[in-house]
């Protein structure tokens, strides 16, 4: 990776940054936000989430005063508008536990106490759909998605709409859950994660990432992301497959061996391929990227100039 462009930081330059920002996290919360093989701890919170809360807060006040500036030049009253981060990542990187614990820092703080978290998976096509496409194994895949969709909802929570509906996804049922829907209703800061939300497709005029107002990557080396996944795998045999009407229930009465040889078939024919050719090619699009070692915790930040 090219450094001219970019801000580089080792874990501990980075961590001076967050400067006098507040912990505002517990272990309690901590425990409820992070996710199920994820060994975060509340130094990584804040050594890592603090400071990057903190630039964010920056950015977030600057844009609000932005957009003052522009209504008082226009002489009109401007609707509220989300300022929109984007996350990006494979599967099994920790992008959903990463979401969460920013947007639980970012309403802690007085200047957007609103903050709203909604992710790509609920524009997945109906598993009907896929099927009907022959898409099923390209799950998470960008011709899974209901892209259109997708950019309809955010041209909306951009226009400063007083509500806008995205559907909602069941991992259980591992399928989008009909006339369910979450409620987005003009939030200071709105959280979209998603594994393609970076993409950039031949011959569109837009894509999701025109709507962001800031953009993160999560990077790991692929041996790792592979590794955590077959550990959550593991993990979900005795909890998530065993519930009623789980897609995977077929895989919890699995052997360990089992279990580990089909979790790495799906990972080599799905998730580590999307990850090769369409998510790990994004990273440069992100204006910062966290590196993830071996055990989870961030060591390097990279920002964009």
Do not use: C
């Amino acid at each position: 990776m090219s450094s001219s462009r970019y801000l580089n930081f080792e874990r501990e330059e980075w961590r001076l940054l967050r400067a006098n920002t507040p912990l505002t996290l517990d272990q309690a919360d901590l425990d409820r936000l992070r996710g199920i093989n994820e060994r975060i701890d509340l130094a990584e919170v804040a050594d890592v989430y603090l400071p990057l809360s903190r630039l964010l807060n920056l950015h977030v006040a600057a844009t609000q005063e932005l957009n003052h500036v522009s209504a008082t030049f226009l002489g009109t009253t401007r609707p509220q508008v989300p300022y929109i981060i984007g996350i990006a990542g494979s599967v099994a990187v920790g992008k959903s536990t990463f979401a969460r614990i920013l947007q639980a820092l970012l309403s802690r703080w007085a200047e957007h106490p609103s903050v709203d978290l909604v992710t790509t998976d609920g524009f997945l096509r109906p598993n009907a759909e896929l099927t009907e496409r022959g898409l099923m194994n390209r799950k998470g895949f960008p011709e899974s998605y209901d892209t259109r969709r997708l950019l309809e909802f955010l041209r909306e929570v951009k226009s400063g709409s007083p509500e806008v509906s995205a559907p909602v996804y069941s991992h259980i049922a591992y399928d989008i859950v009909p006339d369910e829907s979450v409620v987005v209703r003009q939030p200071d800061v709105m959280i979209l994660e998603g594994l393609n939300v970076l993409q950039v497709g031949d011959g569109a005029a837009e894509f999701v990432s025109d709507f962001f107002d800031f953009s993160i990557y999560i990077d790991a080396d692929e041996r790792d992301v592979e590794r955590w996944y077959v550990e959550r795998f593991l993990a979900l045999r005795g909890t998530a497959f065993r519930e009623p009407g789980s897609f995977f229930r077929d895989y919890a009465p699995l052997g360990t061996d089992d279990a580990v040889e089909t979790a790495r078939t799906i990972w080599r024919d799905i998730n580590g391929r999307n990850l090769r050719e369409n998510i790990a090619p994004t990273a440069d699009r992100a204006m910062l990227t966290v590196r993830k070692g071996a055990d989870h915790r961030v060591t390097q930040v990279r920002l964009r100039k």
